[in-house]
């Protein structure tokens, strides 16, 4: 029987609903400056009549935005859901020619962009129908325009379950970014379950703090924020500040972060957190990639029980595992080491192999998922959507396997193993080793060509204080590590490179490598 109705909320209502149960409010704090509840709606509503009236944008429209994160990004991302467009938020850090190929590629309609971004209007001039700046000048920038249309009516545009909300693009690990469809009714349904399994008992006496871009994984965090009248706190500044966010956790009785491991890492080591009260956090959520052992103990140690970790991939807006406060602990004996967590709430996962049978409890395999929370696919790329899924399975390109009580552990991404004399080698078990080391803060290994082998590992090391010499360090390995799985080198670095959201990525550190001439290209 087909449904009687696919219609579903469109999710600038959620907005709409904490302005109206709690008008006086404040809703978003940015620096110096707080908007209520109400002042939001209001501002987002005229910014979405002047979409509609000034630049003719309706139901389908894609919105490309390049901005840091800002008060006029958050609105408007509900501007446009109210008119039944598609938010398209870039990677601010990313080139100018990288965010006109997303013009192109998502068939952009319209362009909001922070006014410093000068190369990126250029870049994207021709390809947009109209540019709308952040904190410019003229009539063609923001708030003059919300100014103008000040009072404007705008009824939320008629949305159907599968109507495209956001397109979030891939952060691009591997060839160019692909832009997962994200839909009102899949996203209803990710906000719904991130406040069931992630932050139980959220409600408007909390504060929430965002450390990462509003373009990803911090966006759809904010998204369950308005959704249940919770406050949200923008540091000022643009740069990643520890001081600043300890601050503002102790000043604004933050209840929950989102993050992922690195960011969780620079804050726990960084000495202001003895400086500030931070005792109202119940919820310090990583994702991203699982946190190493030595730093989840040292976070568990500062903060106490309140770390969260989830795994899901951008197609799946993060609704894959959970790891709860309850099952996380700085003692050996009382955790399940490794594993990020069970699936989430109406979301079933597997372990599959190449042939797409559920593998056995502790076998190796490939982590596939289906339920309400997977995306609709990805924007004009029938190849990419071909390869993504297999009998209505989602792949998520991920390795790991399953216990028999069903929690997950990863292994590490498909495109991340090698193989090094006939055997399978998967970096994470080394990085895991490698990070008990006193004298090593940070670690990266990868597979590089070996003539002998056919691949062999290189271990990337950042040192806590004085670096040890590379041999010392591969004889204190070697008693930790069956000698296959040794890498043949190990480099020191001053740091990581590390992508916009805070994550090291291989394809950064392997591009950094043969730009070091550590390897050979190829």
Not at 31 to 41: N, V
Not at 167 to 172: A, D, P, Q
Not at 401 to 416: K, Q
Request: charged share 20%.
């Amino acid at each position: 029987m087909k449904p009687v109705s696919t219609r579903v909320m469109n999710l600038s209502h959620f907005l709409t609903e904490s302005a109206r149960r709690h008008p006086d409010d404040i809703g978003l704090v940015w620096g110096k400056a707080h908007w209520s509840w109400a002042g939001l709606e209001a501002r987002a509503t005229a910014f979405a009549a002047a979409l509609r009236d000034r630049y003719g944008a309706g139901k389908g429209d894609r919105i490309l935005v390049q901005s840091a994160n800002c008060n006029q990004m958050f609105e408007a991302a509900y501007a446009c859901w109210k008119l039944g467009c598609v938010w398209v938020p870039a990677n601010y850090r990313q080139t100018p020619e990288e965010v006109a190929w997303l013009a192109r590629s998502s068939g952009a309609k319209g362009l909001l962009v922070g006014a410093g971004f000068a190369g990126h209007i250029a870049a994207c001039a021709d390809l947009v129908d109209f540019t709308v700046t952040i904190g410019g000048d003229g009539p063609d920038d923001y708030d003059a325009l919300v100014t103008d249309h000040e009072g404007a009516q705008v009824t939320p545009v008629p949305v159907d379950r599968d109507d495209p909300a956001w397109f979030f693009y891939t952060s691009g690990t591997t060839g160019m970014p692909k832009a997962a469809v994200l839909t009102h009714g899949q996203m209803a349904f990710v906000i719904t379950n991130h406040l069931c399994d992630l932050m139980p008992a959220t409600g408007p006496w909390d504060a929430s703090i965002v450390v990462a871009p509003l373009s990803h994984g911090a966006g759809i965090h904010q998204l369950a924020q308005v959704a249940h009248g919770v406050k949200t706190i923008l540091p000022a500044g643009v740069r990643f500040d520890p001081e600043d966010i300890w601050r503002l956790v102790a000043k604004w009785r933050v209840t929950n972060i989102f993050t992922v491991p690195t960011i969780v890492k620079l804050l726990v080591e960084h000495e202001s957190v003895h400086a500030y009260d931070h005792s109202s956090l119940r919820y310090v959520i990583y994702a991203g990639a699982p946190m190493y052992r030595a730093d989840q103990v040292r976070a568990l140690d500062v903060l106490g029980p309140v770390l969260v970790q989830y795994f899901g991939l951008g197609e799946v807006t993060g609704n894959i595992t959970v790891l709860p406060p309850l099952h996380h602990s700085a003692d050996d004996a009382l955790m399940r080491l490794g594993t990020c967590g069970f699936a989430r709430t109406g979301m079933q996962v597997q372990v599959q192999d190449k042939l797409g049978r559920e593998c056995a409890a502790d076998e190796t395999g490939e982590v596939a998922v289906i339920g309400p929370a997977v995306f609709a696919g990805y924007h004009d790329n029938p190849q990419a959507n071909a390869s993504s899924f297999r009998d209505g399975w989602f792949l998520t390109g991920d390795l790991g396997h399953m216990d028999d009580e069903g929690f997950l552990y990863l292994t590490g991404r498909a495109s991340d193993m090698y193989i090094s004399g006939g055997s399978n080698i998967y970096p994470r078990e080394i990085e895991e080793k490698i990070l008990l080391h006193p004298n090593i803060s940070e670690t990266a290994v990868l597979g590089v060509p070996d003539p002998t082998w056919g691949e062999v590992g290189i271990a990337v090391c950042v040192a806590r204080g004085q670096a040890p010499a590379s041999d010392a360090v591969l004889d204190w390995l070697d008693t930790r590590l069956p000698r296959y799985k040794m890498p043949k080198k190990v480099v020191f670095w001053d740091e990581m490179p590390k992508s916009a959201y805070g994550k090291i990525t291989k394809k950064m550190i392997r591009a950094e490598l043969l730009a070091r001439g550590e390897i050979a290209d190829g």
